[in-house]
């Protein structure tokens, strides 16, 4: 496959990373409130 | 099979946040003991909760040094016992079983947070290391009074 033949994802890849963020901010923010309550 | 460049690194990336997840939860599950009590299954009559110990006597009873265990009803619309008092850095076994419908055991701003389900027995262990005055609240709607339903326990 020629490089020329490759779809850009560029856009898929900031959707993708804006989700991983908002996952990672939730997981953050749960675990340190489940620390600092126990 | 052929993956784009950046395909490849949010994969990377996705995968490696599952690996930390399941790694921090994993270490307090199995070396630190924080994981969802399961571990003691006890079953009751909720027909009979008055008359089978140690439901027959609620209250809180001294277990050890600073350590503590509440046997309590959750009935429609309370708590039994009423009001609870330990010194501060009280450790608490709660024992919890309701008389009737499904309630819930809340203690506000702590992790304390119970189902409490008819013929089933909730465990739940607390250390109580700042003073105040903890509110228990029912947190699962179990019918009009529901909003009354509440006690506090008191840390000095």
Known sequence: ????????LKGTFVSVLLLGAFILVSWLGIFFLFMARN | MHLHRLEKIWLSIGIGMLAVFLIVIGTMAFSMGIKPPSEHHHTIDPTKVSETAPFDQPGLRQTGDNRYEAVMVAYAFGFEPEKMEVPVGATIDFTVT???????????????????VPGEISHLSHTFDKPGEYLILCNE?????????ATTIVVK
């Open chain 2, 141 to 149: 709607y179990c019918g009009t009074g529901h909003e009354y339903m």
């Open chain 1, 1 to 8: 496959m020629h490089k020329k033949d490759e779809p850009s």
């Open chain 2, 98 to 116: 309701s008389s009737d419908v499904v309630h819930g055991f809340y203690v506000v701003g702590t992790n304390i947070n119970l189902m409490v």
